[in-house]
């Protein structure tokens, strides 16, 4: 069997080449090729894996899209098994020859989870600790976040995607990875998303594969470290992040479970409950601690709001998707088919204001948390008059 190692990169040279030699020092492990899809970067990637020109083949790919980048890498692969790669991981020794094994050893192995861990590029703050508890912001898969993982290799629902392995043939068969994302988030070049949240990527293969018959294996010998920049211990990071996720599912019920109206309006229904419960605990959490808070100067997030904020991210991206019904169908071949530099300002002026504002808001990507009683009460609720309508509901409903 022959491996693939296939990394989509946008605008991270830097990344892109710790990784290229942590893969370049498990050169005697097993026989393997390494696909670099440079999807439309505007930085110096192209220069960078020059660098590695004899084991690395150089592809770009001017669609901006994250599944779009994969699906090049997958045509230009040669090998039996394809390893998909984000461009910051650092590949540990033994993974490649232990990917070989499992699926020499396990004939029903559509995909393979590895072991995920963290590299802090500095010291995170406590509090963005409380929020990955949370939540798994950082796309992490180990026993820390997943305690069941602790007992080793054993078969599970799904995979992280810095690093996952998967079958030629279940590639095939179930025709790549759904939409995922597009741009990411430091992304601030002209004519680009800063980071477009679309479908289920990982979580989406790896339910097609299952639904083939075929099984995701998680072995803990086939492991990575991914790095985590200063960058995602910020407000802005996880504020963004959240609220993705909740555009993502709401397009994703759509488009990918094929959700009825009559399931479309029950998942509408819970996202109110829980929105209230959130609101409320978050309300209660600051209440109980606003003198610590004050003295300490708290300046960061605490894990209710990160809640909140993604049943109230979906109530308003479900009414406007419920508003314009060819939304969901239109976003999500944007994340298939990605978007060129030159397409950009067309495919903007497609996309209702309403959208736009949820997706590049000043308070998306806000550095200010809502860290005391007068900030949650001053809290701008978003252009959603249903939502508004909701939030004051719930306030005076505290304030009694």
């Known amino acids: 069997m022959r491996l693939s190692i296939i990394i989509p990169t946008h605008n991270r040279a830097e990344s892109l080449k710790r990784a290229m030699e942590s893969i370049v020092s498990l050169r005697d492990e097993v026989d393997?090729?390494?696909?670099?899809?440079d999807n439309n970067s505007t930085d110096n990637t192209k220069k960078v894996t020059e660098n590695?020109?004899?084991?690395?083949?150089?592809?770009?790919?001017?669609?901006?899209?994250?599944?779009?980048?994969?699906?090049?890498?997958?045509?230009?692969?040669?090998?039996?098994i394809f390893l998909y790669l984000d461009d910051d991981v650092v590949v540990h020794p033994k993974s490649l020859i232990s990917i070989i094994e499992t699926f020499k050893n396990f004939p029903d192995c559509g995909i393979i989870a590895s072991k995920i861990l963290p590299y802090y590029e500095s010291e995170p703050p406590d509090w963005t600790l409380s929020c990955q508890q949370s939540f798994n912001g950082w796309s992490l898969y180990n026993p820390v976040i997943y305690p069941h993982l602790g007992i080793g290799f054993q078969e599970v629902t799904w995979s992280a995607g810095p690093m996952m392995a998967i079958s030629r043939k279940a590639y095939m068969s179930v025709?790549?990875?759904?939409?995922?994302?597009?741009?990411?988030?430091?992304?601030?070049?002209?004519?680009?998303?800063?980071?477009?949240?679309?479908?289920?990527?990982?979580?989406?293969?790896?339910?097609?594969?299952?639904k083939i018959g075929l099984k995701v294996y998680y072995v803990p010998n086939v492991s990575c470290f991914h790095v985590i920049p200063p960058e995602r211990f910020t407000v802005s990071f996880w504020r963004s992040r959240m609220i993705g996720e909740a555009h993502h599912k709401a397009i994703t019920n759509r488009e990918f479970f094929n959700f009825s109206k009559r399931q479309l309006w029950l998942t509408r229904l819970k996202a109110k409950f829980k929105y209230?419960?959130?609101?409320?605990?978050?309300?209660?959490?600051?209440?109980?601690?606003?003198?610590?808070?004050?003295?300490?100067?708290?300046?960061?997030?605490?894990?209710?709001?990160?809640?909140f904020l993604y049943y109230k991210s979906y109530i308003e991206i479900d009414t406007v998707l419920n508003k314009y019904s060819d939304?969901?169908?239109?976003?999500?071949?944007?994340?298939?088919?990605?978007?060129?530099?030159?397409?950009?300002?067309?495919?903007v002026s497609k996309l209702p204001i309403e959208f736009l504002r949820l997706i590049d808001s000043e308070y998306m990507y806000s550095e200010k948390p809502i860290n005391s009683i007068d900030t949650f009460e001053s809290f701008e609720f978003s252009m959603s008059i249903r939502v508004i309508q909701l939030a004051k509901r719930i306030i005076m409903k505290i304030r009694k």
């Open 52 to 80: 590695y020109s004899r084991i690395a083949r150089y592809v770009f790919e001017g669609n901006t899209s994250f599944t779009k980048a994969r699906g090049t890498g997958a045509e230009n692969a040669a090998g039996d």
């Open 175 to 210: 025709d790549g990875f759904p939409p995922d994302t597009v741009g990411v988030e430091t992304d601030t070049q002209e004519s680009t998303f800063r980071k477009l949240y679309v479908g289920p990527g990982d979580y989406g293969i790896c339910d097609k594969i299952r």
């Open 32 to 37: 393997f090729e390494i696909v670099i899809v």
């Open 327 to 347: 939304l969901s169908e239109f976003l999500w071949r944007i994340g298939s088919n990605g978007i060129s530099s030159n397409e950009y300002k067309h495919i």
């Open 276 to 307: 209230k419960y959130w609101m409320e605990r978050l309300y209660r959490q600051l209440k109980a601690n606003e003198i610590y808070l004050s003295q300490t100067k708290f300046n960061g997030m605490l894990f209710e709001e990160l809640r």
